[in-house]
């Protein structure tokens, strides 16, 4: 009933924006999109948060690129990252299932983990999606149809962020109200393996309120066995300004998403069938269930000409459940939080200072057990009960200098406490309860240098702090349930320079050079006797050597083309046995190139290549995937009728039938391979009112 529910409410918005009274038209009520004219503005004066200061991106010295609500449109689902983020270098994202369920690193950091973010600041609207610990759950909240622009900033940012942004921070913000009463959209989606998407919002401004209210419901197939899903998103934003001085922002949240997990196959079972299920996979019933509400308010308050407040509070209630072949888990999560920052603004001339300080503060409780799989996710006899209590608290300074209107630096520095506790609930067998803390202090500078507005050159340096997340505590390899307790935070320090050019209005290009030690690398490893969990463990040390660039150009003014180009060299330094080894899931480049061409009448074709060289299964380097190539086009027809306008686009994906490994798990000689879909076409349905 809850998806029937979600079906009609997605119609019925749909239906509303159709049936709205438009402006009277005139007798030619019917006319094709112009093609638009190219808007040649400096990328680099685009304004950007992620650095928990406001400031244009050609003052900001860390590597940041900004994906705008156009590039966002070239999605052909927008059911996860991986379609938003293609072109931003230093990022990785492995959709292993064909739906929303990814795995996200940034240059080489979060790429053990099992589900969800690790290392990777997540901010939705001004709300924090990571837990006291860092880690982000999933990216199931965000209705990526919804989006209007993606801030990401890389390289070490935990002394902004604290160990939830060791490897660089995602800041997503929703489209706002309309600049009318009321205006509507909707998006309909359709395509290969059964999946469908339906959106819809309505949005608009009255008075001193903007408002956004949108729905969606998905599902489909999956390109293998056993890997359908369905997911629900209903989400509301609201902006209010009761005088000058106050902004308010709440926001609310709700998801339901649904998975089968086929788990990964050997590389027997890849040559065999590449879409078939692990044997274990369907007689276990191996799925995965996150329910989640979340209800919070960002705002800003100005004290004065110079001061002013920022602050933010949210309470989050997760339900999840997941079904492995040992044992079937539910846990309730129930998370609340806040953040709140003073900013001083000083000086006058050239000589200007910018200080902010602040506190986020964190808190978790866990309910979970665990009870045995009897088959088909059957549940029986109690293995584990548990609650788990975790809070999170980070003190932070931040400073801007403008030195001159060339000059800028920027300072942070943070203190970190992180605490978590476990009760062991199940009184029949040895007492697992425990508590282990975690604290550090993380600082960060940098210089950017602009000589003229079309260029900048910036250089920073900064500390990581990689706390163990709750998904790595809580797998312990010793015990069905209790603390893993053999690990340690990691810690990381590196340097970064880099350099934006927007030499004329036709072109625009970065790049980013970093080098990244890490100490207390993570590692991710099996067992046999449990041989489908995950389990963590400190490896080592290793360093990182990279390079980024991301350009793009106009030849002329129809057509646009675009690239992003990754070079990384991720080596163990430490201990012997890994000494040189290359870090698992770490290609040595990665590369995204896109040509579009709009002809007249509204018309627009466009090509995309994809590409990733070989990379390591494992810590030990004992095995590898090839890499490969994946070919996509896409057509497009915007039209306008009746005062309305939209879009029909087709796009085929891996039009030459690939046939690759999505994802790797450490495991090179059990199930460590998660085949990618070969051909796939969607054709989507847009319109504005």
Request: proline residues 6%; charged residues 20%.
């Amino acid at each position: 009933m809850r998806g029937i529910s979600f079906v009609v409410t997605s119609a019925l918005l749909a239906l509303a924006s159709l049936a709205w009274p438009a402006e009277p038209a005139p007798a030619d009520t019917f006319a094709v999109a112009k093609v638009d004219t190219p808007v040649y503005r400096n990328p680099f004066e685009v304004v950007v948060t992620a650095s928990r200061m406001n400031l244009i991106v050609r003052e900001n010295p860390a590597a940041t690129t900004v994906v705008s609500e156009r590039d966002l449109q070239r999605q052909p689902r927008t059911i996860a990252v991986d379609e938003a983020v293609r072109f931003v270098p230093g990022v990785r994202v492995d959709n292993q299932a064909d739906g929303s369920r990814v795995h996200m690193s940034i240059r080489g950091q979060g790429i053990l983990s099992e589900r969800g973010l690790r290392g990777i600041k997540v901010i939705l609207d001004g709300l924090p999606l990571n837990d006291p610990t860092g880690f982000a759950s999933d990216l199931y909240d965000v209705d990526w149809a919804a989006l209007e622009r993606i801030e990401v900033l890389r390289g070490p940012a935990a002394a902004l962020y604290g160990g939830g942004s060791t490897a660089g921070v995602l800041n997503l913000t929703t489209q706002t109200g309309a600049d009318k009463p009321v205006a509507a959209d909707a998006q309909f989606t359709a395509g290969s393996h059964a999946f469908w998407k339906t959106f819809g919002q309505v949005r608009g401004s009255q008075d001193n309120v903007r408002y956004r209210v949108s729905a969606s419901r998905m599902m489909g197939d999956g390109y293998r066995d056993h890997t359908a899903f369905w997911g629900n998103n209903l989400a509301a934003k609201f902006d209010w300004s009761p005088t000058n001085s106050v902004e308010i922002s709440p926001v609310f949240l709700w998801t339901d998403y649904f998975n089968d997990n086929a788990e990964g196959l050997n590389k027997d079972q890849v040559r065999e069938n590449p879409r078939q299920a692990n044997p274990d996979a369907v007689p276990f019933n191996e799925y995965q269930l996150t329910q989640r509400v979340t209800q919070g308010v960002t705002g800003r308050i100005k004290l004065c000409t110079n001061q002013n407040v920022q602050f933010n509070a949210y309470a989050r209630v997760t339900r999840f459940a997941e079904s492995v072949p040992s044992a079937v888990q539910h846990r309730t999560l129930t998370s609340p939080g806040g953040t709140v920052q003073y900013n001083l603004h000083l000086g006058s001339g050239q000589l200007k200072n910018h200080l902010g300080c602040g506190l986020d503060y964190g808190r978790q409780t866990i309910a979970e057990y665990r009870l045995k799989n009897m088959g088909g996710a059957n549940e029986d006899s109690l293995l584990s009960n548990q609650r788990i209590i975790q809070n999170g608290v980070g003190a932070f300074l931040i400073d801007r200098l403008e030195l001159t209107p060339q000059w800028n630096m920027l300072f942070s520095l943070r203190y970190d406490n992180i605490k978590n506790k476990l009760k062991d609930l199940k009184a029949d067998t040895l007492d697992l309860s425990g508590k282990v803390d975690f604290d550090q202090v993380t600082g960060r500078v940098g210089v950017a240098w602009s000589p003229e507005p079309r260029f900048s050159f910036y250089a920073n340096w900064g500390q990581g702090f990689l706390p163990p997340a709750t998904e790595e505590l809580a797998n312990n390899p010793h015990q069905q349930g209790g603390f893993n307790p053999d690990l340690e935070s990691a810690t990381s320090m590196g340097e970064e320079i880099g350099i934006r050019t927007f030499p004329c209005r036709t072109f625009s290009g970065d790049l980013a050079v970093f080098h990244l030690t890490t100490k207390n690398d993570f590692d991710r490893y099996r067992m046999p006797e449990r041989p489908l969990e995950t389990f963590y463990r400190n490896s080592g040390e290793s360093r990182r050597l990279g390079v980024e660039t991301h350009l793009t150009w106009q030849p002329v003014r129809p057509l646009s083309l675009e690239a992003a180009y990754t070079w990384s060299d991720f080596i163990y330094t430490k201990p012997d046995s890994l000494k040189d080894n290359v870090l698992p899931n770490c290609p040595e480049h990665l590369l995204a190139a896109d040509a579009e061409y709009r002809f007249p009448y509204g018309f627009s074709l466009g090509v995309t290549v994809e590409r990733q060289s070989r990379w390591q299964v494992d810590s030990r380097n004992t095995a590898s995937v090839q890499g490969f190539t994946v070919l996509s086009a896409r057509a497009a027809y915007e039209w306008r009728l009746c005062g309305k306008s939209g879009e029909l686009s087709v796009t085929g994906r891996n039009l030459t039938g690939e046939k690759y490994v999505a994802f790797s798990e450490p495991d090179p000689d059990g199930n460590s391979y998660q085949p990618g879909p070969t051909e796939e076409v969607f054709a989507t349905l847009k319109i504005h009112i």
